[in-house]
């Protein structure tokens, strides 16, 4: 006999798929919901943002060995949009761009200095994710210049604080950074 | 885990670079080498063999990652895992599940899979790696019989240079067909199966016919493959274009220089025009076979082939895209770019093993994975007097593996089946 007879079909593959559909379906019943008992509120929008947050947060931790850092990049980028979808649907009171990122950008970047302190040996697998975290991070001072922030102290310093955890990245694991952007960047 | 093994990297081959663009669930890219041993396989033994092994080809000890333009390779410090064989063969290699190596290796009863993904090497430099596992393997089952092995350090020369750019002609012309191939026509067999129907045949008395046509075993076998889809796909669907098989080729042959353990091989493409050249008999189907081999395998032409392919993978403007944008452009245009092949018959000829490991081998097996256009697709592989030829199948239907069947044996060549077994439960269920 030179095959097995029982052949493992993929059934993790079924299993969400199936609740792809119960979420999609959940998701329209909300509408629904919200349209016949409370027409003036709109609250349904929330609910979906939350689930298709959920879906992005699971669908990425499924995919086994993934990298901290890129997830913690994936994170961030989630939470601000989520964050700036709550603002909007609000009112915009500019919180999100006020409080919200900034802060987001400030424990982002002090998870990335503690990751790259308590992996030091592994860090040029975070090199490149943590160039990406400096660059979305520099977007609380890019609205600072662009006059949308009120409080602006706060941003500067979330912006700076990156800065400063890629300073420090730079002349402890400069070769590990040089050799992750010339693979990245190879042509 | 050492910093040089920590920062290592290489650059994927020319010929490596389009196989992750390209790959999915649908498209593996992957082929499978298979060693049916004489006695039970014993998977924690197999498991020291691989990592032993790994040692030794420290080239296949690397993950993927992609960068901003192009994927590379960097090294992997886990030990890779060993699984009971319950897939389909030749599936796509999920790396993130398989501890991030881009092969896999697999057993089941007697046999001992590995299943590579073409970015990794090719089937010449796969059949090397495999080689050493079973060896190995064999050595630490029966530590008595090699303990000289055991103990000796064999050093292997090896290197993973893209030979690709080393050797090729920036001034040659391409000698691409701009042809489209006859699609064998059929439905597909369901639930995302692959058939694996292996015709294991008298190779002396195979090699005696062939004599007798004076035309080499390749030659021959890919007329009978031929004259099996004209009978019994190409007739029956009124097919107008030509039937084209591909046939890779081994370019270390041309340029013995190269010990890259990276992907080195071309391709030469036979263009059977059925009705324009009247190609109804296996007669007429063998000669054409054997004046075309004549016409494309020859240094100046796989010279051509693989230029051609050069030159696109060092096309600046090609370069300059990122990475996800020629994944999309690769994946929509896939379709299209595949119609250009009927069928691919691959050949890795003879199965060298030292004379001491023999008696523990039964035969060899070479699987290549079929895709949504090329349906199905061909290879073969010989040890001792036993050629083992191989079809695996996205096809509902096993009739062009029967006639080819009936043919060998209407010359008096003994052929033995084996399958997976995939046809006959599907066909009955639908």
Same mark, same amino acid.
């Given at each position: 006999?030179?095959?097995?007879?029982?052949?493992?079909?993929?059934?993790?593959?079924?299993?969400?798929?199936?609740?792809?559909?119960?979420?999609?379906?959940?998701?329209?019943?909300?509408?629904?919901?919200?349209?016949?008992?409370?027409?003036?509120? +709109?609250?349904?929008?929330?609910?979906?943002?939350?689930?298709? @947050?959920?879906?992005?947060?699971?669908?990425?931790?499924?995919?086994?060995?993934?990298?901290?850092?890129?997830?913690?990049?994936?994170?961030?980028?989630?939470?601000?949009?989520?964050?700036?979808?709550?603002?909007?649907?609000?009112?915009?009171?500019?919180?999100?761009?006020?409080?919200?990122?900034?802060?987001?950008?400030?424990?982002?970047?002090?998870?990335?200095?503690?990751?790259?302190?308590?992996?030091? +040996?592994?860090?040029?697998?975070?090199?490149?994710?943590?160039?990406?975290?400096?660059?979305?991070?520099?977007?609380?001072?890019?609205?600072?210049?662009?006059?949308?922030?009120?409080?602006?102290?706060?941003?500067?310093?979330?912006?700076?604080?990156?800065?400063?955890?890629?300073?420090?990245?730079?002349?402890?694991?400069?070769?590990?950074?040089?050799?992750?952007?010339?693979?990245?960047?190879?042509? | 885990?050492?910093?040089?093994?920590?920062?290592?990297?290489?650059?994927?081959?020319?010929?490596?670079?389009?196989?992750?663009?390209?790959?999915?669930?649908?498209?593996?890219?992957?082929?499978?080498?298979?060693?049916?041993?004489?006695?039970?396989?014993?998977?924690?033994?197999?498991?020291?063999?691989?990592?032993?092994?790994?040692?030794?080809?420290?080239?296949?000890?690397?993950?993927?990652?992609?960068?901003?333009?192009?994927?590379?390779?960097?090294?992997?410090?886990?030990?890779?895992? =060993?699984?009971?064989?319950?897939?389909?063969?030749?599936?796509?290699?999920?790396? +993130?599940?398989?501890?991030?190596?881009?092969?896999?290796?697999?057993?089941?009863?007697?046999?001992?899979?590995?299943?590579?993904?073409?970015?990794?090497?090719?089937?010449?430099?796969?059949?090397?790696?495999?080689?050493?596992?079973?060896?190995?393997?064999?050595?630490?089952?029966?530590?008595?019989?090699?303990?000289?092995?055991?103990?000796?350090?064999?050093?292997?020369?090896?290197?993973?240079?893209?030979?690709?750019?080393?050797?090729?002609?920036?001034?040659?012309?391409?000698?691409?067909?701009?042809?489209?191939?006859?699609?064998?026509?059929?439905?597909?067999?369901?639930?995302?199966?692959?058939?694996?129907?292996?015709?294991?045949?008298?190779?002396?008395?195979?090699?005696?016919?062939?004599?007798?046509?004076?035309?080499?075993?390749?030659?021959?076998?890919?007329?009978?493959?031929?004259?099996?889809? @004209?009978?019994?796909?190409?007739?029956?669907?009124?097919?107008?274009?030509?039937?084209?098989?591909?046939?890779?080729?081994?370019?270390?042959?041309?340029?013995?220089?190269?010990?890259?353990?990276?992907?080195?091989?071309?391709?030469?493409?036979?263009?059977?025009?059925?009705?324009?050249?009247?190609?109804?008999?296996?007669?007429?189907?063998?000669?054409?076979?054997?004046?075309?081999?004549?016409? +494309?395998?020859?240094?100046?032409?796989?010279?051509?082939?693989?230029?051609?392919?050069?030159?696109?993978?060092?096309?600046?403007?090609?370069?300059?895209?990122?990475?996800?944008?020629?994944?999309?452009?690769?994946?929509?245009?896939?379709?299209?770019?595949?119609?250009?092949?009927? =069928?691919?018959?691959?050949?890795?000829?003879?199965?060298?093993?030292?004379?001491?490991?023999?008696?523990?081998?039964?035969?060899?097996?070479?699987?290549?994975?079929?895709?949504?256009?090329?349906?199905?697709?061909?290879?073969?592989?010989?040890?001792?007097?036993?050629?083992?030829?191989?079809?695996?199948?996205?096809?509902?239907?096993?009739?062009?593996?029967?006639?080819?069947?009936?043919?060998?044996?209407?010359?008096?060549?003994?052929?033995?089946?084996?399958?997976?077994?995939?046809?006959?439960?599907?066909?009955?269920?639908?």
């Amino acid at each position: 006999m030179l095959y097995p007879q029982k052949i493992n079909a993929k059934k993790t593959d079924f299993i969400i798929r199936v609740a792809i559909l119960i979420s999609y379906i959940f998701g329209l019943l909300l509408v629904l919901i919200n349209r016949i008992a409370t027409p003036g509120i +709109r609250w349904a929008g929330y609910c979906n943002a939350g689930i298709v @947050y959920i879906w992005i947060t699971v669908l990425y931790l499924l995919r086994r060995n993934v990298n901290i850092a890129s997830h913690l990049f994936i994170q961030m980028l989630a939470i601000s949009a989520l964050c700036v979808y709550f603002d909007i649907r609000m009112g915009f009171q500019a919180w999100s761009i006020n409080f919200a990122i900034p802060l987001i950008v400030i424990v982002t970047n002090i998870t990335m200095l503690i990751l790259s302190i308590a992996r030091f +040996r592994n860090y040029a697998r975070y090199a490149f994710f943590q160039v990406l975290i400096v660059l979305l991070s520099l977007i609380p001072i890019f609205l600072v210049y662009e006059n949308m922030v009120n409080d602006k102290s706060f941003s500067i310093f979330a912006s700076c604080l990156s800065l400063f955890n890629l300073i420090i990245s730079l002349i402890f694991h400069f070769k590990d950074m040089k050799t992750e952007l010339a693979r990245q960047f190879h042509l | 885990m050492k910093k040089e093994n920590r920062l290592y990297w290489r650059r994927l081959d020319n010929s490596a670079k389009i196989f992750p663009i390209s790959a999915g669930k649908k498209y593996s890219t992957v082929f499978r080498f298979s060693c049916v041993l004489k006695e039970q396989i014993n998977p924690d033994i197999l498991k020291k063999a691989v990592i032993l092994a790994l040692e030794k080809y420290q080239s296949f000890k690397v993950k993927m990652r992609s960068g901003i333009f192009w994927n590379y390779f960097e090294h992997n410090p886990k030990d890779p895992i =060993i699984h009971k064989e319950e897939d389909y063969p030749c599936k796509y290699i999920d790396y +993130r599940r398989n501890k991030n190596y881009l092969f896999k290796v697999t057993y089941f009863d007697k046999k001992i899979n590995i299943d590579i993904f073409h970015s990794l090497t090719d089937g010449n430099n796969g059949n090397e790696f495999f080689k050493e596992i079973v060896y190995t393997y064999i050595e630490l089952c029966h530590p008595k019989e090699f303990a000289e092995e055991l103990r000796s350090v064999k050093k292997v020369e090896y290197n993973t240079e893209d030979s690709y750019i080393t050797n090729y002609d920036k001034n040659a012309k391409s000698n691409a067909s701009s042809k489209k191939a006859y699609i064998l026509k059929g439905d597909r067999i369901k639930l995302g199966a692959v058939s694996a129907i292996h015709e294991i045949i008298d190779a002396d008395k195979l090699k005696q016919i062939c004599k007798e046509h004076d035309s080499t075993v390749t030659q021959y076998l890919s007329a009978v493959l031929i004259y099996s889809i @004209y009978v019994e796909n190409y007739l029956k669907n009124n097919g107008k274009k030509p039937i084209k098989l591909c046939i890779p080729v081994n370019l270390k042959k041309y340029f013995p220089n190269s010990k890259t353990m990276s992907n080195f091989f071309s391709y030469i493409t036979l263009e059977a025009e059925m009705k324009k050249d009247n190609l109804n008999t296996f007669d007429k189907i063998l000669q054409f076979v054997k004046d075309d081999f004549k016409k +494309r395998l020859t240094e100046e032409e796989i010279i051509k082939t693989m230029s051609a392919n050069v030159r696109l993978g060092n096309n600046p403007f090609i370069k300059i895209v990122p990475l996800p944008l020629k994944k999309a452009i690769v994946r929509l245009g896939y379709l299209e770019i595949r119609r250009y092949t009927t =069928i691919t018959f691959s050949n890795v000829g003879r199965m060298g093993i030292i004379g001491k490991y023999k008696p523990y081998i039964d035969y060899f097996l070479m699987l290549i994975a079929p895709e949504p256009v090329e349906k199905i697709k061909c290879s073969a592989v010989t040890y001792e007097n036993k050629m083992v030829f191989t079809f695996t199948s996205i096809l509902n239907d096993s009739s062009i593996e029967k006639r080819f069947h009936e043919f060998l044996t209407s010359k008096g060549i003994e052929v033995k089946i084996e399958s997976n077994g995939v046809l006959d439960v599907i066909s009955t269920k639908n």
